[in-house]
């Protein structure tokens, strides 16, 4: 089984900044993308950013100049440093890794469990 342990969330003023984290523990053989997601109530989940296992990154056009995605393959963690936040930002933030297992096996898409992210005055 793989985990992902999501922290950072929190409440920040507009013009803040946060930085989540995202750990994945388990049997590990690999993992290839890491990304972010979120959710806003009564929208659908987006992508947020995401990094491959060699660290080509892709951002969201609503985040791109504010947001940086990194992760650190020796930890199996992946970053997200949000600076510039302002209210469209409030969402639950999920992590998500495409993880093989061992070198036989497929890959799996696993999810973490959310963290709250609230941008407000």
């Known amino acids: 089984q793989v985990q992902l342990v999501e922290s950072g969330g929190g409440l920040v003023q507009p013009g803040g900044s946060l930085r989540l984290s995202c750990a994945a523990s388990g049997s590990i053989f690999r993992i290839n993308a890491m990304s972010w997601y979120r959710q806003a109530p009564g929208k659908e989940r987006e992508l947020v950013a995401s990094?491959?296992?060699?660290?080509?990154?892709n951002y969201a056009d609503s985040v791109k100049g504010r947001f940086t995605i990194s992760r650190d393959n020796a930890k199996n963690t992946v970053y997200l440093q949000m600076n510039n936040l302002n209210p469209d930002d409030t969402a639950v933030y999920y992590c998500?890794?495409?993880?093989?297992?061992?070198?036989?096996?497929?890959?799996?898409?696993?999810w973490g469990q959310g963290t709250q992210v609230t941008v407000s005055s």
């Open positions: 998500n890794a495409i993880v093989r297992q061992t070198i036989a096996t497929y890959t799996t898409s696993i």
């Open positions: 990094c491959t296992l060699w660290n080509n990154t």
